[in-house]
């Protein structure tokens, strides 16, 4: 246990549903990511928030929508995703984005299958 | 942009010693960071080393670091089938918060 938890552990949707990935983080950290690990390609940043504000947006497509309510919540919503957005999203965690070690925490991830 | 390379597969015996190893090219990199993922499962963070070191050891567990070569590597000494797993190298660079991971080596460990 990392003390950051998402839910739903796997999720299969279609093109045109829309639904949300929840992470929550229990270790009083102040920053939080948003990664995508697809096979075989480096684990791909999407969105940072420090303090509740987001600071990051990789190129990150438009249906693909944060939400940081609080510094211990942390939402992906999804809405008329592509097949190629299949892969596993991870939430992680850190005290403080740019002060030392910046050590971050990860979710064990939600596996997403876009059909 | 600023790459991590690593090379894809290591297989090793139980009880034997596996280096799994890493190069970087981010010059400025502050901290470079080790984590483990188990299938089905996220990153586990096992260890990071400050980059004006150049070892640090954690029980079976020794970082070496090149910065001139910008060469890391982790060394698990007497290796067990639950350590395999895959091993992520990611090193950060200075005044940033991003990490840049590489592809991760798949470590297999043979009873």
């Known amino acids: 246990e990392t003390g950051v938890t998402q839910t739903p552990r796997h999720l299969v949707m279609g093109m045109t549903n829309k639904k949300s990935l929840k992470c929550e983080q229990h270790?009083?950290?102040?920053?939080m990511y948003w990664y995508k690990q697809s096979a075989k390609k480096p684990l791909e940043l999407m969105f940072v928030y420090n303090f509740k504000e987001q600071t990051e947006n990789n190129s990150v497509p438009s249906r693909f929508s944060p939400e940081c309510p609080n510094s211990s919540h942390l939402f992906l919503h999804l809405h008329t995703l592509q097949p190629e957005d299949s892969a596993l999203y991870l939430c992680?965690?850190?005290?403080?984005?740019?002060?030392?070690?910046?050590?971050?925490?990860f979710g064990p991830g939600t596996r997403l299958t876009v059909l | 942009g600023e790459d991590v390379e690593q090379s894809l597969f290591l297989s090793v015996r139980e009880g034997d010693s596996s280096v799994i190893n890493c190069t970087y090219t981010d010059s400025s990199s502050t901290y470079l960071y080790w984590y483990k993922q188990e299938p089905g499962a996220g990153l586990q963070l096992l260890t990071y080393i400050f980059s004006n070191m150049d070892m640090k050891q954690d029980q079976r567990l020794t970082v070496l670091l090149n910065k001139k070569d910008k060469h890391l590597s982790l060394r698990i000494a007497d290796t067990q089938t639950g350590d395999s797993a895959i091993y992520f190298c990611?090193?950060?660079?200075?005044?940033?918060?991003?990490?840049?991971f590489g592809k991760g080596t798949k470590l297999s460990v043979i009873p």
């Open positions: 270790l009083g950290h102040n920053a």
């Open positions: 990611a090193e950060r660079g200075a005044g940033s918060y991003q990490l840049t």
């Open positions: 992680a965690s850190s005290q403080d984005r740019e002060r030392r070690a910046g050590t971050q925490y």
